[in-house]
């Protein structure tokens, strides 16, 4: 039963997929740039229609609304990689660039993750008092009403770094797919992409924690 499911799950992805504007050929051929907006629209397709159907009750429905909105994503992704592959006279050059600009992404999303990740446990203990003190109350509700302030601009920027990272992880890992198609898993950019993904996932992991745990902090300043 599941697996007859999932056939028709991935059946509904497919079809999103293929309808995606953009995704077709004229005359039997297309621009690097044409190939690279229809190969971010389609694995977005893939992914979304299938997040899609794991969080929707009607599988095949999800499927097609994720597909249909994944599509879009990744074909805009697509679109930006392609723009910034045309600055490059040969693939090497574009490549040499993305691996730096995911590095150097990577350094400043860590260097604020950790500074955030440091404020937490500062703003958890502060927080927790204050909340006591009111509760009790030590303190006035305009102290609390600061406090929370301060809470909501630092989840605004967790929340940024996070969104950040996540549409740097989908443009990295979309260029990494197309260079471990075009030449091979053994190769050094190709490897050095890989790498690349790797780190923006553990970046993002945090950064996702950092989310959760100043919104837990935020929620619990009730007034």
């Known amino acids: 039963m599941f697996i007859h499911q999932a056939g028709k799950c991935l059946l509904a992805v497919i079809v999103a997929g293929s309808l995606l504007p953009g995704c077709a050929t004229t005359g039997g051929a297309t621009s690097d740039q044409q190939q690279t907006v229809a190969e971010g629209a389609v694995v977005g397709a893939v992914l979304g229609g299938l997040l899609g159907a794991a969080v929707s009750d009607n599988k095949g429905r999800g499927a097609l609304v994720g597909a249909a909105a994944g599509g879009l994503i990744g074909a805009g992704i697509g679109s930006s990689i392609a723009e910034r592959k045309a600055q490059y006279a040969n693939e090497e050059d ?12 990577i350094e400043e999303a860590d260097a604020q993750n950790r500074q955030l990740y440091q404020e937490i446990a500062r703003l958890d203990r502060e927080s927790q008092r204050l909340a006591r003190d009111y509760r009790a109350g030590r303190a006035s509700r305009d102290a609390m009403t ?4 301060g809470l909501e601009q630092r989840l605004a920027k967790a929340k940024q770094v996070n969104s950040l990272t996540e549409k740097q992880l989908a443009d990295a890992n979309q260029v990494y797919q197309e260079s471990r198609q075009k030449r091979g898993p053994q190769d050094k950019y190709t490897q ?7 780190k923006l996932k553990e ?12 919104q837990r902090v935020y929620d619990s300043m009730s007034i």
């Open 94 to 105: 574009f490549l040499i660039a993305e691996i730096q600009r995911n590095q150097e992404f």
């Open 146 to 149: 600061r406090q929370k302030a």
């Open 192 to 198: 050095q992409l890989e790498s690349n993904v790797l």
């Open 203 to 214: 970046t993002r992991q945090q950064s996702d924690q950092n989310v959760v745990s100043l």
